[in-house]
């Protein structure tokens, strides 16, 4: 019995002594929640340095991408403000050269956006005319009417004289009675004729305004006729020394670059600045529509040394510097404050911050910068 005791103590003292190295724990509602979450490390971090750390799998999911920077000598550009023009060699208007009432042409009145042909008719316009001056029309062409009928029967009897009448008689009657047919077809003609509005070059219809039974004045614009692949661009330059320091030229469409050709500086200012011609061709201006303002880069004949950087590389700062994230481990991503100069639209020239061989996030910085 004694044994009995001894043996029951000792389990309990062991049972105590388990207790004693389990840690506490509060029931259910009744915690207060003072043990802070252990922080994921394995998620996208903003380091205390201000760098960020993106594991792989997050750069696989965000579509990360980079590249390296290589230093070159890049031609210094200016950013221009310019305006889509048509081509005068490619694009055409279309004016009635008379007031009148506008009819539909053999299919119709086209539609903005329609293609047509050189040559195509677009719509008939009817001339207006005042009653009087009709009238007086339709008088003179009773007398030539009765006078060519007059004509006509002499020449007939003279022909049936031939025998005793001199030839030339029945010459100067033919010629006479010819005469009055031809002014009774030109009389006749203008009262009851239309003038066809023809597409004066192949392109597409860039602007309409007409609809049918419409009263139009001469001279008015009723199309506008355009090549889509066949475009003006007119930049302004407020520094006319621009003019001869032009080397090369871009316009940005979209994600595409589209080169320009310089056509030449004209001799006067317009608003303080000096009016600059690029002609430009190629299947990406489909998506310009004249007067449409454009961002004009000239590349002048001077070069920087820099590095060249994609245009969605650059980045705001909390301080509002510009910044690029530059990858420097395998999943370490550190911003670096750059000073950039215009290239061409899609690029820029990175002319401090950077140094060669550095690899630059091109895709996803936008979302590296948000990372908190």
Known sequence: MKRAMTNRLAGLGIVLALAATWPAQAGEGHDHGDAPAAPSANGPQRQPDGSVFLPKPAQRQLGVRTMVAEEAELPRSVELNGTVLMD???????????????????????????????????AYVVPSTAPIERSNQSAQLAELRAAKSLADKRVARLKELADTVPRKDIEAAESEAASLAERFAAVGGGLATREALVAPVSGVIASAHVVAGQVVDARELLFEIVDPGRLRIEALAFDPALAADVGSATVAVGNQRVPLVFVGAARSLREQALPLGFRAQGAALNGLAVGQPVRVFVQTKQKVKGLAVPVASLMKSPANQTVVWVKTAPERFEPRTVTTEPLDGLNVAVTSGLKAGDRIATQGATLINQVR
């Open 88 to 122: 005068p060699n490619a694009g055409g208007k279309v004016q009635p050269l008379n007031a009148g009432r506008i009819e539909t042409g053999p299919r119709g009145l086209p539609n903005p956006g329609q293609a047509v042909r050189k040559g195509d008719v677009l």
